[in-house]
C-alpha cells in the first residue's frame, strides 16, 4: 500500500462530511496511544501553552526525582527517558518557545541534581547537546525573547575546567 502525500490527504479530507471525520479522529485516536496524547492536546490543552508547560515542567520533576545517583550510566539512561518524554511533549506543543522553555528547565533541573556532569564524559556531552539544541530553537524567536532566553542560558554554562577540555587540550599536545 502505498501512503498518500500530506496534500492528497488534506484535499480528501476537505471533501469529507463532518461525521466521516469525526469517525476518522476517533479511529486514530485508539490505533495509537501518541495519537491520542496528541489530540488531547489540541483538543484541550492547546489553549493554555503556559499551564501545558507547568505540566510537563511537573512530570520532569517526577524524573528528577525517581533519578539514581549510584551510577553513571543508570543516571544516563534516566535522563535520556526524561529527554525523551519531553521531547513528545514539544513535539506535540509545536512551539519554538514552549521547546526553549523546557530544554531550558531540563538543563537548569539537571545541573541542580547531577553534582558530577563534569566528571562523566557522557553526561557532559547529553548536556551540551541540548545547550546547542537551545541555541538553534532561539534562533526563530523575537528579539526580545531570545534577549531573555539568553540570560537564562548564560546561568547554565558550565566551568571550563570541564573533562572535554582537558581531554582535547591533551590531544593538541600530543
Known amino acids: 500500500m502505498k501512503t498518500a502525500s500530506i496534500q492528497e ?3 480528501e479530507l476537505q471533501e469529507s462530511s463532518q461525521s466521516r471525520l469525526l469517525d476518522l479522529c476517533l479511529r486514530l485516536a485508539k490505533f ?3 495519537n491520542k496524547e496528541l ?3 489540541l483538543l484541550f490543552e492547546s489553549h493554555d501553552e503556559e499551564a501545558y508547560i507547568s505540566s510537563v515542567k511537573v512530570l520532569m520533576n517526577e524524573g528528577f526525582a525517581e533519578l539514581p545517583k549510584t551510577t553513571t550510566y543508570l543516571t544516563k539512561k534516566s535522563l535520556r527517558k526524561i529527554l525523551r518524554i519531553t521531547n513528545k511533549y514539544i513535539k506535540y506543543a509545536g512551539s519554538k518557545q514552549a521547546e526553549v522553555t523546557l530544554i531550558i528547565y531540563f538543563c537548569q533541573r ?3 541534581v547531577v553534582p558530577n556532569i563534569q566528571r562523566s564524559t557522557v553526561l557532559h556531552n547529553l548536556y551540551m547537546a541540548q545547550i546547542k539544541k537551545i541555541n538553534v530553537a532561539l534562533k526563530p524567536l ?3 525573547l531570545q534577549f531573555d532566553y539568553k540570560r537564562d542560558l548564560e546561568g547554565l554554562i ?11 587540550g591533551k590531544r593538541k599536545s600530543l
Open 9 to 11: 490527504l488534506k484535499q
Open 110 to 112: 539537571m545541573k541542580e
Open 39 to 41: 489530540l488531547t492536546y
Open 32 to 34: 495509537k496511544k501518541e
Open 142 to 144: 523575537h528579539e526580545d
Open 158 to 168: 558550565l566551568e571550563e575546567g570541564s573533562i572535554l577540555s582537558k581531554i582535547f
